[in-house]
C-alpha cells in the first residue's frame, strides 16, 4: 500500500510493526505465544507499534516488543503483513516471528497484562480477526525451520 494523501485530507500511511512472540513452555517444551493486553482498548493482541521517521521495520519490531513486554527477541522470518484502517487512514502493519531469549513483563500504562498461551489457546483469545493468521503463519515458519516436533 502506497503512501499517498487522500481526497480526504487524511495524510499518509500509518507504519507499525510487530512480533509473534513465542518461547518455548518452561514446563514441557512446547511453543507457546505471548499476547498483551491493552486497557485502552481493552483487547488481546500481537505487540506492534509505531515506527520512527528512518526507523527500519525490524528495528521498530524489536523496540516495540521490548517497549510494550520487557522482553528481548531474537527475529525470525518475516510474516505477513496487515492492512487496515484507523480512524480512516491505511495502516501497514509489518510482522516477525520472534524468539523471546530473555527479560521480563512489567505492566505499565499501555499494557497491563502479558500471557503466554499454546498456539490454539492464542488464536481463541486473539480480539481481532486479522490477528489470528499469524499464529498459523508463526507455527509453519517454526515447522519449516525444525523448531518444533
Request: net charge positive.
Amino acid at each position: 500500500m502506497a503512501d499517498r494523501q487522500t481526497a480526504t485530507g487524511t495524510s499518509k500511511t500509518i507504519r507499525a510493526a510487530g512480533a509473534v512472540v513465542w518461547r518455548r513452555s518452561p514446563y514441557d517444551g512446547s511453543v507457546e505465544i505471548a499476547l498483551i493486553h491493552r486497557p485502552r482498548y481493552d483487547d488481546y493482541s500481537h505487540p506492534k507499534g509505531k515506527v520512527k521517521p528512518g526507523e527500519p521495520f525490524a528495528q521498530a519490531a524489536l523496540r516495540e516488543v521490548r517497549e510494550e513486554t520487557g522482553l528481548e527477541c531474537v527475529l525470525g522470518p518475516a510474516l505477513p503483513s496487515s492492512h487496515y484502517l484507523v480512524a480512516g487512514r491505511p495502516k501497514e502493519v509489518r510482522y516477525w516471528a520472534a524468539q523471546a531469549v530473555s527479560g521480563s513483563f512489567v505492566p505499565n500504562r499501555e499494557v497491563d497484562r502479558l500471557v503466554w498461551l499454546p498456539p490454539s489457546e492464542a488464536r481463541r483469545r486473539l480480539t481481532y480477526d486479522r490477528d489470528r493468521p499469524l499464529v498459523d503463519e508463526l507455527m509453519r515458519a517454526l515447522g519449516t525451520l525444525g523448531n518444533i516436533t
